[in-house]
């Protein structure tokens, strides 16, 4: 760790022409914007024709002829949008920042449209070319294969490892994140063999002969997680790399999910030394919160506004593409022989509602991964066991994902408070999969039901998980306005939402489930100036919003990108 902060000051000073030391900053002058359609986002969703900036902070919005007055008056600067549209900066309501930047160091695993792998022998060709760079006894990681779109239609196993290299360990994670594949010199550093059991909320596959096949499921990662934690230099850069690819999407407040404790730590020191030129709000997996609470280090950064600690995430169940995600009812195609195969719960359920009590009664806020409606049914019964243990009117806890909630989950969420935060996306990358391997047409159908918890006052969000996916907000609202999946098949077309609804969704709406939404997240007087203004208004034609560019991303009345 001291070392890591030794390369974070020095790294400072290298990097602060680039991205410039935030406390060296002298404060912005006054601007205002005129020229194109202003969405503030604000509770009558009004667009207007200007937007006035003093300092770091919005002064006014309104009309053009208004405002010319204020900028006469403060001697501002005039920027002409010249018919583009300025928005409040997307936020990040759930995601895995920098992650981003990952593959700045690990080999690239995805399949088209993300990446290059079609078929197994194209994820060993890249870990192959991994190796060659990587020094013999060390590991050589890939991220974001994907087995339902490679040729074969399974996933690698240790044997196809083998193939990129007998002289390295190799850790090859699936998409989703929750599954990965590694080869036997990496099974013998894990201490796997065929007597090693299965570890509760965790699976090790096995051959007919009862070997590991080198595919590990959830918890049964653990012992080579380790590996995906990179050292200094290659941290850096990932910042830097997940950085640019933040805010060339618009993005002016990144989230980082399930975040261990000595991340929390250097992402915190990383935003105080000007190494992270975006907003962050990091969200401590279960032993850092719980660190925190003991007070084993600070809860805080030095300014909030810059890095702040949100809410403690807990993972329930895993993914359904990837069959761990917890389901009430059987998968539509199982993964092997079983027809009852309905995934299962990372977390028991007792412990399960152990944990959001005792982080609920210490009055943190809660998120909990749940992509399977069982293990959102788990998650709900935590969190009423938690307000009944002690009542808090506002605690704006978290289901991430919700990605199979049921109507009278919406209900229950309606009736508690809680924010469901949809991987809407997934109606793009993985809803003909859904509908043909996972789910069936029927339940495909409600995946991420947006529509369903507005008709119920719900207040949600949607999000990238990036970087499962790549972090394109853009992309991400159209998803949620049109649902299409990469066929060109409407899956679910009654939970379409309004394009305002969705551009909602990844500002106020991802505020206010931050608890921010009093400081950013719509464009009103004395809130942080953070701005993206984009080539056209997203309100204009809303079955093209994926093709709308990022022309500038403004934080703190700062130009922050290009």
């Not at 412990?351 to 998120?367: I, K, P, S, T």
């Not at 043909?436 to 495909?444: D, N, Y």
Request: a negative charge; proline letters at 7%; charged letters at 25%.
């Amino acid at each position: 760790m001291r070392r890591l902060l030794l390369v974070l000051v020095l790294a400072a000073a290298i990097v602060a022409g680039a991205f410039g030391l935030r406390s060296a900053l002298l404060r912005p002058g006054p601007v205002l914007y005129v020229g194109g359609p202003i969405l503030t986002m604000d509770s009558e969703n009004r667009v207007v024709e200007a937007l006035a900036v003093d300092g770091d902070r919005v002064a006014a919005a309104g009309s053009e002829a208004e405002l010319r007055g204020w900028a006469r008056e403060h001697d501002a600067r005039i920027v002409d949008l010249a018919g583009q549209a300025l928005l409040p900066g997307f936020i990040d309501a759930h995601g895995h920042f920098p992650g981003a930047g990952i593959t700045a160091v690990f080999a690239d695993l995805n399949s088209p449209p993300i990446g290059t792998a079609e078929r197994i022998d194209d994820v060993v060709a890249l870990l192959a070319a991994q190796a060659k760079d990587t020094a013999a006894g060390e590991w050589v990681v890939g991220l974001g294969y994907d087995d339902t779109l490679l040729e074969e239609g399974r996933h690698p196993t240790r044997a196809d490892l083998d193939r990129a290299s007998t002289e390295h360990p190799i850790l090859a994670v699936h998409v989703s994140g929750h599954l990965a594949v590694t080869n036997s010199a990496g099974l013998r550093e894990a201490g796997y063999d065929r007597e090693t059991p299965d570890p509760e909320g965790g699976l090790i596959r096995r051959d007919a002969s009862g070997e590991p096949d080198g595919v590990l499921e959830e918890t049964a990662m653990e012992p080579v997680a380790g590996q995906l934690v990179p050292g200094a230099r290659d941290g850096l850069r990932i910042l830097r790399a997940g950085s640019e690819a933040y805010l060339s999407q618009g993005v002016t407040t990144a989230q980082s999910g399930a975040t261990p404790g000595a991340l929390v730590r250097t992402l915190v020191w990383a935003s105080r030394l000007g190494l992270v030129p975006l907003r962050m709000v990091i969200w401590p997996d279960e032993q850092a919160a719980s660190a925190i609470l003991d007070g084993e280090f600070a809860a805080q950064g030095p300014d909030p506004s810059w890095a702040r600690i949100g809410a403690v995430k807990l993972i329930a169940d895993g993914s359904i593409q990837g069959y761990t995600g917890y389901l009430s009812e059987p998968y539509h195609v199982p993964p092997g022989d079983d027809p009852s195969y309905r995934g299962y719960p990372r977390i028991p359920r007792d412990r399960l509602r152990e944990l959001v009590v005792r982080f609920h009664e210490a009055g943190m806020q809660v998120a909990v991964h749940g992509n399977g409606d069982a293990a959102i049914d788990d998650i709900l019964d935590a969190f009423e066991a938690a307000q009944a243990a002690r009542h808090r009117p506002d605690a704006r806890h978290v289901v991430i994902h919700a990605q199979m909630t049921r109507p009278d989950q919406l209900d229950r969420m309606a009736a508690l408070g809680v924010v469901p935060s949809f991987f809407s996306l997934h109606t793009f990358y993985w809803g003909d999969r859904h509908r043909r391997l996972f789910m069936g047409p029927e339940r495909a159908a409600r995946m991420s039901p947006a529509a369903s918890a507005a008709a119920r006052s719900v207040r949600f969000t949607i999000h990238a998980d990036t970087p499962i996916v790549p972090m394109e907000p853009l992309r991400l609202v159209w998803s949620a306005v049109n649902r299409e999946t990469r066929s060109g098949h409407v899956v679910g077309p009654d939970e379409r939402i309004a394009v305002m609804a969705a551009l909602r969704a990844v500002t106020i709406d991802a505020a206010y489930q931050h608890f921010e939404d009093l400081e950013k997240g719509s464009l009103e007087p004395g809130k942080l100036a953070d701005l993206v203004i984009l080539s056209r208004s997203p309100l204009d034609d809303p079955a093209t919003i994926d093709e709308i560019e990022v022309v500038q991303t403004v934080i703190g009345g700062r130009v922050a990108w290009p």
